[in-house]
């Protein structure tokens, strides 16, 4: 089901008396239960883009229809009872500092008129969520900024939002507490089932969470599709930048290893339950070869793992290419690479 | 030395600027604190910015600001004979003080409500906060320190501006001390008010930092 529909918004703001697009006519649909990243570099416009779903900016053109309303057509009042069931989180979490935990993630509900029993449970249930029992009295000066998001999110999530927007809501914490936090909004996502809107710059937050994710640059959604596509296989040169890759060529440094000109290297993607299977060890063994891992990376990539390693296998030619045939034959993605620029160790994606 | 001045006539005179000071600031408090919060909604980056409201009101509140207030005393009697029914007397000089005190007080309010975080009002309007949802919980429990700073600063001032009251018969310390100790040359009585106006700043400052510490601290 469509839950959010951005019909070509466009987004114009004077600086200085000179007109500013931050939004060129953008047209974007989210489902329901999705987590959707927005990812780009800063003023690609990806913030402008999320907060234009709540209408907290207004577009200059275009209609935000979000769970079957249109919101640019609501007057005043009706659009902020419709922002009750939006939850927003900031990097900056944006907490009363004058109010406690407790009165902090009552607040959305004392603006619903909640009475206050059921408000007082509700906040109880939330703050059980987020881990946060026993601050309830604590003011927000004396949480970290993992325990003042946590406190931030549960405030969002008070009045049952069909979506919760998220503004770089990692940006400012440091990595330990932002896969904390990525940890929380993925279990909240299990349990709830709420749509998430993930703005973020960075490529690890898109996938570790996103399953699906749009890449903007210069106010234009340039790329989108699912994480693993995106990621996996990026079209566009803002995401082969955003994930440190350039045009055709891998960047990878290998301090004191020697690349041989004539070296039979590779680039293998392993996806799924193929990233936790010995499946590398046994193809080698069975076509005599072996191999050298000069980098690799292993982590979750739109809810699967995945692994991610660029490898120097040494033996015949033709075995080393049944190997890698074999390879593709069960599921593997495997690109050979040739040496770039010796000293500079750059490989180039050759097939 | 105090010739012609008692002590109940220093009493008495400590009394009505008491009286006076406490009546004015809260008159010029709920006066100005709604002119403040008008100033900060529809002034510069403001929730419901409007730029030729905001300097219409700006430009009166200044206005008012810059007229000495021995001629605002002057010039209000008119009014002051209609709302109290006489233009002499403490309750009478009640009145210019709070007309000359409101936009002062309007101004700090304006200032406290800017130092207010923009992102905690916008993260309220994000929750679907009304206008009133908002001033009443955001921005006046968020500005509170300083809003209750800005109150002691008020009523400091308007101790200093209550001894200008003695030229319609508003009586108080200052009075006193312009009337016996400077008109006359008594320097006792010149130097036992000012000293008694002096300790009443100091305690009024005690109180009002206590006030706003007492909200600021859990807040840092």
Same mark, same amino acid.
């Given at each position: 089901?469509?839950?959010?529909?951005?019909?070509g918004?466009?987004?114009?703001?004077?600086?200085?008396?000179?007109?500013?697009?931050?939004?060129?006519?953008?047209?974007?649909?989210?489902?329901a239960?999705?987590?959707f990243?927005?990812?780009?570099?800063?003023?690609?416009?990806?913030?402008?883009?999320?907060?234009?779903?709540?209408?907290?900016?207004?577009?200059?053109?275009?209609?935000?229809?979000?769970?079957?309303?249109?919101?640019?057509?609501?007057?005043?009042?009706?659009?902020?009872?419709?922002?009750?069931?939006?939850?927003?989180?900031?990097?900056?979490?944006?907490?009363?500092?004058?109010a406690?935990?407790e009165?902090?993630?009552?607040?959305?509900?004392?603006?619903?008129?909640v009475?206050?029993?059921?408000?007082?449970?509700?906040?109880?249930?939330l703050?059980?969520?987020?881990?946060?029992?026993?601050?309830?009295?604590?003011?927000?000066?004396?949480?970290? =900024?993992?325990?003042?998001?946590?406190?931030?999110?549960a405030?969002?999530?008070?009045?049952?939002?069909?979506?919760?927007?998220?503004?770089?809501?990692?940006?400012?914490?440091?990595?330990?507490?932002?896969?904390?936090?990525?940890d929380?909004?993925?279990?909240?996502?299990?349990?709830?089932?709420?749509?998430?809107?993930?703005?973020?710059?960075?490529?690890?937050?898109v996938?570790?969470?996103?399953?699906?994710?749009?890449?903007?640059?210069?106010?234009?959604?340039?790329?989108?599709?699912?994480?693993?596509?995106?990621?996996?296989?990026?079209?566009?040169?803002?995401?082969?930048?955003?994930?440190?890759?350039?045009?055709?060529?891998?960047?990878?440094?290998?301090?004191?290893?020697?690349?041989?000109?004539?070296?039979?290297?590779?680039?293998?993607?392993?996806? =799924?339950?193929?990233?936790?299977?010995?499946?590398?060890?046994?193809?080698a063994?069975t076509h005599?070869?072996?191999?050298?891992?000069?980098?690799?990376?292993?982590?979750?990539?739109?809810?699967?793992?995945?692994?991610?390693?660029?490898?120097?296998?040494?033996?015949?030619?033709?075995?080393?290419?049944?190997?890698?045939?074999?390879?593709?034959?069960?599921?593997?993605?495997?690109r050979?690479?040739?040496?770039?620029?010796?000293?500079?160790?750059?490989?180039?994606?050759?097939? | 030395?105090?010739?012609d001045?008692?002590?109940?006539?220093?009493?008495?005179?400590?009394?009505?600027?008491?009286?006076? %000071?406490? &009546?004015?600031?809260i008159?010029?408090?709920?006066?100005?604190?709604?002119?403040?919060?008008?100033?900060?909604?529809?002034?510069?980056?403001g929730?419901?910015?409007?730029?030729?409201?905001?300097?219409?009101?700006?430009?009166?509140?200044?206005?008012? +600001?810059?007229?000495?207030?021995?001629?605002? &005393?002057i010039?209000?009697?008119p009014?002051?004979?209609?709302?109290?029914g006489?233009?002499? $007397?403490?309750?009478?000089?009640?009145?210019?003080?709070?007309?000359?005190?409101?936009?002062?007080?309007?101004?700090?309010?304006?200032?406290?409500?800017?130092? %207010?975080?923009?992102?905690?009002?916008?993260?309220?309007?994000?929750?679907?906060?009304?206008?009133?949802?908002?001033?009443? +919980?955001?921005?006046?429990?968020?500005?509170?320190?300083?809003?209750?700073?800005?109150?002691?600063?008020?009523?400091?001032?308007?101790?200093?501006?209550?001894?200008?009251?003695?030229?319609?018969?508003? $009586?108080?310390? $200052?009075? &006193?001390? %312009?009337?016996?100790?400077?008109e006359?040359?008594?320097?006792?009585?010149?130097?036992?008010?000012?000293?008694?106006?002096?300790?009443?700043?100091?305690?009024?400052?005690?109180? $009002?930092? +206590?006030?706003?510490?007492?909200?600021?601290?859990?807040?840092?």
């Amino acid at each position: 089901m469509l839950l959010i529909w951005l019909d070509g918004i466009t987004h114009v703001y004077e600086s200085g008396n000179r007109p500013v697009v931050a939004l060129d006519d953008v047209t974007l649909h989210i489902e329901a239960g999705d987590i959707f990243g927005v990812i780009g570099f800063s003023g690609a416009g990806k913030s402008t883009l999320l907060r234009t779903i709540n209408l907290l900016e207004k577009p200059s053109r275009g209609r935000v229809v979000v769970d079957g309303r249109e919101l640019t057509a609501l007057p005043k009042r009706e659009l902020q009872e419709a922002r009750k069931r939006i939850g927003m989180i900031f990097q900056h979490f944006h907490l009363l500092k004058s109010a406690t935990v407790e009165e902090n993630v009552q607040f959305p509900l004392a603006l619903a008129k909640v009475p206050s029993q059921k408000a007082k449970r509700r906040v109880e249930d939330l703050l059980a969520l987020v881990g946060l029992e026993g601050y309830e009295k604590h003011y927000p000066a004396q949480l970290s =900024g993992g325990q003042k998001q946590r406190v931030a999110i549960a405030r969002a999530l008070a009045n049952d939002p069909v979506v919760l927007l998220c503004d770089e809501a990692t940006s400012a914490l440091d990595p330990e507490t932002t896969q904390s936090i990525l940890d929380l909004l993925v279990d909240i996502h299990q349990k709830l089932g709420v749509t998430m809107v993930v703005v973020t710059h960075e490529m690890s937050v898109v996938s570790r969470i996103c399953r699906h994710v749009a890449v903007m640059e210069q106010g234009k959604i340039v790329e989108q599709g699912g994480v693993i596509d995106v990621l996996l296989e990026p079209k566009s040169a803002v995401a082969k930048r955003l994930l440190g890759k350039r045009d055709g060529q891998l960047a990878g440094r290998f301090p004191g290893y020697e690349v041989k000109p004539d070296a039979l290297l590779c680039e293998a993607i392993l996806l =799924g339950d193929l990233a936790y299977s010995p499946v590398l060890a046994q193809v080698a063994a069975t076509h005599g070869v072996t191999f050298t891992i000069l980098s690799g990376t292993v982590d979750v990539l739109g809810g699967k793992p995945y692994s991610h390693m660029v490898l120097d296998w040494h033996g015949d030619l033709d075995s080393v290419q049944a190997a890698w045939r074999r390879l593709r034959d069960v599921g593997a993605k495997v690109r050979p690479l040739r040496l770039a620029a010796a000293g500079e160790f750059e490989l180039e994606v050759t097939g | 030395m105090f010739s012609d001045i008692t002590w109940g006539q220093i009493g008495q005179a400590s009394l009505e600027t008491l009286y006076m %000071v406490a &009546l004015s600031t809260i008159g010029a408090v709920v006066l100005g604190l709604p002119l403040g919060i008008w100033l900060y909604l529809c002034g510069p980056g403001g929730v419901a910015a409007n730029r030729p409201l905001y300097q219409v009101l700006s430009v009166v509140v200044n206005i008012v +600001r810059s007229v000495p207030f021995i001629i605002l &005393l002057i010039a209000l009697i008119p009014i002051t004979e209609w709302i109290v029914g006489t233009s002499i $007397g403490v309750n009478a000089a009640i009145v210019p003080l709070v007309v000359g005190a409101a936009p002062f007080y309007a101004r700090i309010a304006e200032t406290s409500f800017r130092e %207010v975080d923009p992102g905690v009002v916008e993260a309220a309007q994000s929750m679907g906060a009304s206008i009133w949802q908002l001033i009443f +919980r955001v921005l006046l429990p968020e500005a509170r320190p300083g809003l209750i700073s800005g109150a002691t600063i008020t009523a400091v001032t308007l101790i200093s501006y209550s001894a200008m009251s003695g030229v319609i018969g508003g $009586g108080g310390l $200052g009075d &006193l001390a %312009v009337r016996y100790g400077y008109e006359r040359f008594e320097t006792g009585v010149m130097l036992l008010t000012t000293a008694l106006m002096i300790v009443l700043v100091e305690i009024m400052q005690w109180v $009002g930092d +206590r006030a706003a510490y007492h909200f600021a601290r859990r807040e840092r």
